[in-house]
């Protein structure tokens, strides 16, 4: 398959594109959330999280990629790659209330005027509430300041529905030298240029050895899933997993680009490591495996 290749170099045209396409697509935030506040009505409780899908442009004039946090040893899941961060607050509902209303001297970015233009209260008030938590874990994460990233607009919701939880992606922009300053959480930050994304040659399926009671709950002997190879100075990485279907969302979105059919051989074998499916985390992902078998 040919590799596609796009001008991605000038940040301006395309922060421009960006908030262009994302403000034309229109994520339904809203409608994502009055749906989980209906199940909730109904004994059924969705965990929620507002990340940042964050593209970095270097001085050099690099392509651009994007900002990924490795988790460390000390949270579940540790080794996985992700969009910096995690559940609202009071004070992420307080910060999100100036979004809104356009006073916040520390949220800025194309994606704001499209916004303000395009989205109706509710739209607007959900939307402003997860960003503002996305900016605050992206800050307490990795040390980057909130005034230094532009908003670009918001990608769909995506739900994992073992865990029932929905992720409120946003996307944002950010120039220069990194310089972060990362906390417990993380072990190291991981750039994902956009041209790897482009290309074929470093999809793969990642296949996972798994612990035989959780094959059993998921009633899927193989856990096989599409991943993308990504080496950098300090080793090797796979993303896969909703960070993944999350930046596949955005190159479909901004690009048009879809994931490449994928040869069945093309196999990376894997093992989980041993703190991976620990204590409460994996109770809650084999409980959820077997919710959805009985449905």
């Not at 396409?21 to 909730?40: A, M």
């Not at 950010?174 to 994902?192: H, Y």
């Not at 990504?230 to 048009?256: C, K």
Request: with cysteine.
């Amino acid at each position: 398959m040919k590799k596609i290749k796009f001008n991605t170099q000038d940040p301006e045209d395309f922060k421009e594109l960006v908030a262009k396409k994302l403000g034309d697509f229109q994520p339904n935030f809203l409608g994502r959330h009055e749906e989980i506040e209906k199940e909730k009505k109904n004994g059924v409780r969705h965990f929620t999280s507002g990340v940042i899908l964050l593209i970095h442009f270097s001085e050099n004039g690099k392509a651009p990629g994007f900002v990924l946090t490795k988790r460390s040893k000390r949270v579940v899941q540790p080794g996985d790659l992700s969009c910096p961060g995690g559940h609202i607050s009071f004070i992420d509902r307080l910060h999100g209330f100036f979004i809104k209303k356009g006073l916040s001297p520390l949220v800025r970015g194309m994606g704001l005027e499209a916004w303000r233009e395009s989205r109706v209260g509710g739209e607007k008030r959900i939307a402003a509430d997860y960003l503002a938590c996305a900016l605050r874990e992206t800050a307490e994460e990795t040390g980057l300041p909130m005034r230094r990233i532009d908003y670009l607009g918001s990608l769909p919701p995506y739900g994992l529905m073992s865990f029932r939880r929905v992720i409120f992606p946003s996307v944002g922009a950010i120039s220069g030298d990194l310089k972060e300053r990362l906390n417990w959480e993380v072990e190291r930050i991981v750039s994902v240029k956009i041209d790897e994304m482009l290309d074929p040659e470093n999809y793969f399926w990642i296949d996972f050895d798994v612990p035989e009671d959780l094959k059993k709950a998921s009633n899927r002997e193989k856990w096989k899933f599409p991943a993308l190879l990504i080496d950098d100075a300090e080793g090797r990485e796979i993303l896969w997993g909703a960070t993944f279907y999350i930046i596949l969302s955005f190159m479909w979105i901004v690009f048009n680009f879809s994931i490449p059919e994928i040869p069945q051989d093309k196999v990376i074998k894997k093992e989980i490591p041993e703190n991976y499916f620990t204590g409460g985390f994996r109770k809650l992902l084999k409980a959820g495996f077997e919710r959805e078998g009985k449905k």
